[in-house]
């Protein structure tokens, strides 16, 4: 709050086309009690996140004799306003504040293109945005029932397979060859992340069904801490990235895989961000020659100490060396190598075991 704008006060509209309309909303905000569709922010910052479902209107729909559909957003806010130099600041301290409380109105006006080509849609997806409309449904439903917002969001992505696989055509209906079923999105890249998200969000503490290693108040923590933030940083909280150096000078490569199989003695090194924390992990074979932990003027830790500083939420910051730390820090990170109820597997089946039942649910729905 001390080092970037905050909005007070704030209160949020958003209006659509006739052919549209808001089906529900999600975010850290609560409704105006006599205005539809506006909704009161207490605090913002520049990360706060606010989703919206939009639904059409009975008998509508988008055609290429319409208009483009139009979103307006109004965003009223208060927030504190500095003049000057922040240097000035000592020098006058006796003076006037330069300070100032402002209250603002923005308002911005959306106009958006449609498709009739599904391919098209596919290729515009974004799937970070797509994550977390899903979290936020999750997490209304498992205020009810984890076990059945669980199953709900296995059946989503078995359900979005089946139309993306019967979009392209990869199984005709007389085709009864499972495996020609389409898990991986092989003809849309903007697609082929999308499994592994919703995979790591099942295995995520959120939506774990009692384990007596997950604390009640850590799941009600994760719960307000997803459903604030913005796109990139909740994907990064759910499916961390992981980065491997051949030395603390190089990096090697941003992995795709959250599994011990991307550990070779090439890359003895690795850094892993999952938003809340960052692990550097250095293998039980690394070379006693590399200083451990790693020096200040490396790549490395300059990475970490930028990460830290750009970050809304400071990460905590852990050093685990493999031939003497305990590594389960780390390891519980390694999403591919659990099984859906989070129990540690051998090897990287747990990913894969989960997108081959997911293919035999696809078949089970019928294409």
């Not at 917002?149 to 089946?162: E, G, K, M, T």
Request: hydrophobic fraction near 40%; aromatic fraction near 12%.
């Amino acid at each position: 709050m001390l080092k970037r704008p905050y909005a007070f006060g704030c209160v949020l509209r958003l209006r659509t086309s006739p052919e549209i309309k808001i089906a529900d909303s999600y975010g850290h905000f609560f409704p105006d009690p006599q205005y539809m569709h506006v909704q009161h922010i207490n605090c913002c910052d520049l990360f706060a996140s606010y989703t919206y479902d939009f639904e059409f209107e009975k008998d509508s729909q988008f055609s290429r004799k319409s208009r483009p559909p139009i979103l307006q957003i109004a965003f009223k806010y208060t927030m504190i306003v500095h003049h000057g130099d922040a240097s000035d600041d000592a020098s006058n301290s006796g003076s006037r504040s330069k300070f100032s409380v402002q209250r603002r109105l923005r308002v911005r006006t959306i106009q958006y293109n449609t498709t009739a080509n599904i391919w098209d849609l596919y290729d515009f997806v974004d799937p970070d945005v797509v994550l977390t409309i899903l979290v936020h449904q999750v997490i209304l439903a498992s205020l009810s029932d984890v076990v059945e917002a669980r199953l709900w969001l296995h059946d989503w992505l078995a359900i979005f397979i089946a139309q993306y696989n019967k979009a392209y055509k990869n199984v005709r209906p007389a085709d009864s060859v499972v495996s020609h079923i389409d898990v991986d999105f092989s003809n849309c890249s903007q697609l082929q992340p999308l499994a592994r998200l919703v995979f790591a969000f099942l295995v995520s503490p959120l939506l774990q069904v009692q384990d007596e290693h997950i604390h009640p108040d850590y799941q009600t923590y994760l719960q307000c801490l997803f459903s604030a933030l913005e796109p990139a940083s909740l994907r990064q909280a759910i499916c961390p990235t992981l980065s491997s150096y051949s030395s603390l000078d190089t990096e090697a490569e941003v992995h795709q895989s959250l599994s011990r199989s991307v550990f070779t003695s090439e890359r003895p090194i690795f850094l892993l961000d999952a938003y809340t924390d960052l692990l550097v992990y250095y293998l039980p074979t690394a070379s006693p020659s590399i200083p451990f932990p790693p020096p200040r003027d490396c790549l490395l830790r300059s990475t970490v100490d930028r990460l830290k500083q750009e970050r809304a939420l400071t990460p905590r910051l852990a050093f685990i060396h493999g031939a003497r730390d305990d590594t389960t820090t780390f390891e519980k990170y390694l999403i591919e190598d659990r099984g859906l109820d989070g129990t540690q597997l051998d090897g990287s089946t747990g990913f894969r075991s989960f997108l081959e039942e997911v293919r035999s649910r696809v078949a089970e729905f019928g294409i």
